[in-house]
């Protein structure tokens, strides 16, 4: 089976495009650098029609479907190759462009190879390959010295590119997390002059930054990225409350500032952690600033019910960056949870209580332990009282496998309460509801005791209504 960069040469070779056909961007340059390149995501770029090739590449059959063309910029996307070799092929027209103030949709005419390699990011984004010949070039002239010297420079003076697009300020960050990349001394005071202009006022959108922070925060070294984001300034552009972290101090038990025990926390974490894992570690101690308090007499530091201010800071931050519904629910409650297990004492918590627990961390289980345990190792300090999370850990799975606690519902459903007790739909339903099932997962009620539900559920009636 041929894989889609060979279903390209074949179906263009022989053909006028033989030969004007280059590969550009991440793909040459991943490749350049021995890493594994992203044969799923191709950019073709040529001086002709793209919109013409990618119908001419559909009617060979090179392509499983018609091509989504983009007219206004020359160019157009195909699906190449079969499962489990299946690559989105973008094919660009060599363009030049230039952008209206305020405006993210350039002006685009046509070019040369050089022309469209300028208007791109960085050097090492640059280099093309010939698809037929294999032959790579070094457009700008400076692609390879910079990948040998690990170095993110733009092909133009840093205003014109990062005013051209200001999300590539973000992307800068993330390329030097991505390949621990330095950025070039006058990329990085670009960087600096122009971060105001990456908001919604300058045409960037919030959807297009949260891909940039959330790729920046899924590479091998997220901390890196993001404090470049922080001390250029750009990270107060669309979550200042993340760089008001920096320099709020901790208490004993802490040794760093929180952004800095943030970023350690972060270091932490398994590689194979998911995103809602890494922006729950990420916004875990968000809301410190606004709840540190010091204590008078002692000079104590405390942050009470930072975890609940946290968890509001963390809804409005994703909600800005326009997360799904299901994403900030799920990164929330897990921010509002994440002290639960560092408060385990095992000569205090009975079999009730971490019943209570697992029905009260449900889904979050597991993460909530990933999570408790970046924490721990980025307070690094030897007194920290560390609670046995392994201990615990295999206690709340002994009680789930033997009560099954996260699917356990009341003995009396919402119907038969109302029967029994003579009572109307309304909030007192749901917490008599509520108690039995809260009572099944602490081992007081047996699942299955409908009478014994019924004197628990007058007893709070009564209660309710005394």
């Known amino acids: 089976m041929l894989n889609p960069l060979e279903i390209l040469r074949v179906a263009t070779r022989g053909t006028e495009y033989e030969g004007r056909l280059y590969l550009v961007g991440g793909y040459v340059r991943d490749k350049l650098?021995?890493?594994p390149s992203a044969a799923d995501d191709i950019d073709l770029v040529l001086e002709g029609d793209a919109?013409?090739?990618?119908?001419?590449?559909?009617?060979?059959?090179?392509?499983?479907?018609p091509p989504v063309e983009f007219p206004t910029f020359g160019t157009a996307m195909i699906h190449v190759g079969s499962e489990p070799q299946v690559a989105q092929?973008?094919?660009?027209?060599?363009?030049?462009?230039?952008?209206r103030e305020g405006s993210r949709k350039p002006t685009v005419t046509p070019g040369t190879l050089q022309t469209d390699a300028e208007r791109r990011d960085f050097t090492i984004n640059t280099f093309m390959e010939n698809l037929h010949s294999g032959e790579i070039t070094d457009p700008t002239g400076k692609g390879y010295a910079d990948l040998q010297y690990r170095v993110l420079r733009t092909p133009l003076d840093p205003v014109i590119t990062f005013n051209d697009d200001p999300l590539r300020m973000l992307r800068a960050c993330r390329f030097s997390a991505k390949l621990g990349f330095e950025i070039a001394p006058e990329t990085y005071s670009g960087l600096i002059a122009n971060a105001d202009r990456c908001d919604a006022a300058h045409g960037i959108s919030f959807e297009r930054i949260r891909d940039e922070f959330t790729k920046t925060l899924l590479t091998g070294d997220a901390p890196r990225g993001l404090d470049l984001m922080r001390v250029t300034g750009l990270l107060d552009k669309f979550a200042p409350e993340l760089a008001a972290l920096y320099g709020v101090t901790q208490n004993r038990f802490h040794r760093y500032d929180v952004w800095e025990h943030t970023m350690v926390a972060l270091r932490n974490l398994p590689p194979e952690s998911t995103l809602p894992v890494?922006?729950?570690?990420l916004f875990h101690d968000i809301g410190k600033p606004l709840t540190r308090t010091v204590d008078e007499a002692t000079g104590d530091v405390h942050f009470y019910g930072h975890e609940d201010i946290g968890a509001e800071i963390t809804r409005t931050i994703m909600g800005r960056l326009r997360f799904s519904v299901d994403e900030i629910r799920t990164v929330a409650q897990m921010v509002a949870l994440h002290m639960r297990y560092g408060a385990y004492d095992p000569a205090v918590?009975?079999?009730?209580?971490?019943?209570r627990l697992v029905r009260t961390v449900g889904e979050h289980r597991r993460d909530l332990f990933t999570i408790a345990r970046a924490d721990i190792a980025a307070c690094n300090t030897d007194d920290f009282p560390t609670a046995d999370l392994e201990g615990l850990s295999e206690r709340m799975e002994r009680?789930?496998?033997?009560?099954?606690?996260?699917?356990?519902?009341?003995?009396?459903?919402?119907q038969e309460i109302m029967a029994r007790l003579n009572l109307k739909p309304g909030p007192l339903l749901g917490?008599?509801?509520?108690?039995?099932?809260?009572?099944?997962?602490?081992?007081e009620l047996a699942p299955d005791d409908k009478e014994g539900a019924e004197r628990m559920a007058r007893r709070l009636m009564d209660e309710s209504t005394a």
């Not at 919109?51 to 479907?65: D, E, I, T, V, Y």
């Not at 918590?349 to 019943?355: M, N, P």
């Open 278 to 281: 890494r922006l729950a570690v």
């Open 51 to 65: 919109l013409k090739l990618a119908r001419f590449l559909w009617k060979r059959g090179a392509s499983n479907h």
């Open 349 to 355: 918590w009975t079999d009730a209580s971490i019943r």
């Open 89 to 99: 092929v973008e094919m660009v027209t060599a363009r030049a462009e230039t952008y």
């Open 399 to 414: 009680l789930e496998m033997e009560a099954q606690i996260t699917t356990a519902t009341s003995p009396l459903d919402g």
């Open 431 to 443: 917490r008599i509801k509520a108690m039995l099932t809260d009572a099944v997962v602490g081992g």
């Open 33 to 35: 650098l021995q890493k």
